[in-house]
């Protein structure tokens, strides 16, 4: 049948079938990838489409043949999206594919970091506009006595101010401004102004290796899925106490490769986390939960770490792939958290995940109790109740602190077109308790607000002529 249908009609096929396993759909799947392998694409609906497919298939393969065939051919994307026709290659902006184009606005970590990856690749996006005095205000810092009379002057804007002055060197503009403020002191300022600035950047991926097509953790072996993707048997407190098969502290070196790993995974779709911003290379573990998925649990720089809560990000992966991340702030023992899992993986196993994440945290830290605040589930978050996020939280064993909540929920259908009820049941946070947790252990998060407002008592009657002196 595969081999009858057209290329645009096998692609369409292909993403349908993705996340469907069993002997006939296999042989089908493996049918229609090596098809496509000889087929142009000319539209850009079809290069989504097969791309989305393609992923997941590198992340869940019904074979290791499968593997093969969805890994070529992403290694193929970039040259079949420069063959589009160029009305067909702009639609394609802002994708995160391979030989497409990214324009952004990101943070200064995130700009350092591209800085230093990306280089030749990221330049000022001037045709978006960034705000001439948030860029007059670092500029301005940049200045020799010399530059300043002909800068203020009004002859010149700073766009052609930036033009001139790295036109003699071998960098982009981007690279070139980046390599002046990461020599200057005081980092937290050029933090603030740059990111006052809203500069907005244009990523060309042509370089491949950190778009969603190609960027992957080295693996040894891959692992198939021939019987198709997992679900939870039984409690998930039951799955989260169950012993790792493995959680190891990588490398410094595996450590980088991995954060950039993370990075990439989050730039590539508009987001980024302070997780990964300030993640330490000495501090990134790496978790085996099975059938090939793997949550790496990233540490943070010291000077970026919280008095009291210890915070972590977590990135999942599946057959080296990324496919999720969340972070988690663990307080004596407890944890809240949440997971958000990539577009082009949903209809997977993102229960099955969920709670693997948990598992690690809790074999990691030894907390027992999972806190999820109402906002991921609902309140002020429309697309949380339209989604049923709380019946998602709650068939896991998660349960509303107040009682009033607890009884509402367990009386009602547990549907997710009850709008009304959902924003009723997102007025609290939910835990999910560990057998042998203590009510007494539970650290009120509000608490933290209130201790800090006591530290800043105990500074303010220490005295002294500086914060620093007081504290």
């Known amino acids: 049948m595969a081999a009858k249908i057209t290329h645009s009609k096998a692609i369409r096929r292909l993403f349908d079938l993705r996340n469907r396993y069993g002997a006939s759909n296999s042989a089908e799947k493996l049918c229609l ?11 850009a609906t079809d290069i989504k489409r097969l791309h989305i497919a393609l992923c997941f298939i590198r992340a869940f393969p019904d074979s290791p043949q499968h593997f093969r065939l969805a890994r070529t051919e992403l290694l193929r994307i970039a040259k079949r999206v420069a063959q589009l026709p160029r009305v067909e290659r702009s639609k394609l902006r802002d994708t995160g594919i391979a030989g497409s184009s990214l324009h952004c606005q990101f943070s200064y970590e995130v700009a350092c970091w591209l800085q230093r990856r990306a280089p030749a690749d ?44 790295c036109k003699e060197s071998a960098t982009t503009d981007f690279e070139w401004l980046l390599i002046q403020l990461k020599e200057r002191r005081f980092a937290s300022i050029w933090s603030s102004l740059y990111n006052a600035a809203e500069l907005w950047l244009k990523w060309d991926l042509r370089n491949a290796r950190l778009s969603k097509s190609l960027n992957t953790f080295p693996i040894h072996k891959v692992c198939a899925r021939p019987n198709g993707l997992r679900k939870l048997r039984g409690l998930a407190a039951k799955e989260i106490m169950r012993p790792l098969e493995s959680l190891t502290l990588l490398a410094p070196r595996a450590g980088s490769r991995m954060i950039d790993v993370a990075m990439a995974s989050l730039a590539v779709r508009h987001r980024e986390t302070n997780h990964f911003n300030h993640a330490n290379p000495r501090e990134v573990w790496l978790a085996d939960v099975g059938e090939g998925v793997s ?18 990000g977590y990135l999942i992966l599946s057959n080296g792939t990324p496919i999720g991340y969340g972070g988690a702030s663990m307080l004596f023992l407890q944890a809240n958290t949440g997971v958000n899992i990539f577009d082009e993986y949903r209809g997977s196993e993102a229960a099955y995940l969920w709670v693997q994440v948990m598992r690690v945290f809790h074999h990691l830290t030894g907390c027992t109790r999972f806190i999820a605040n109402s906002y991921q ?16 939280y709650y068939r896991l064993g998660y349960r509303p602190v107040s009682r009033e909540m607890r009884e509402l929920a367990s ?28 009510p007494s252990e539970l650290f009120e998060e509000r608490w933290l607000e209130t201790s800090s407002m006591l530290a800043t008592e105990v500074l303010n009657a220490a005295g002294g002529p500086t914060r620093g002196d007081a504290a």
């Open 122 to 165: 990221v330049s000022i996006d001037w045709s978006d506009g960034p705000d001439p005095t948030g860029l007059d205000e670092i500029l301005a810092h940049l200045l020799q006595p010399a530059d300043e009379e002909y800068f203020d002057s009004g002859w010149i804007t700073g766009k052609d101010w930036v033009a001139n002055a």
């Open 411 to 438: 009386s009602s259908t547990g549907t997710r077109d009850d709008v009304k009820l959902l924003r009723r049941l997102a007025s609290c946070d939910m835990h999910l308790t560990l057998p042998g947790a203590r």
């Open 377 to 392: 589930f609902g309140a002020d978050n429309n697309e949380a109740l339209r989604s049923g996020a709380f019946w998602f």
């Open 33 to 43: 990838l090596q098809q496509l392998a000889s087929k142009r694409v000319d539209a």
């Open 295 to 312: 949550i790496a649990i990233f540490g943070m720089l010291e000077n970026y770490r919280y008095p009291l809560e210890c915070t972590m």
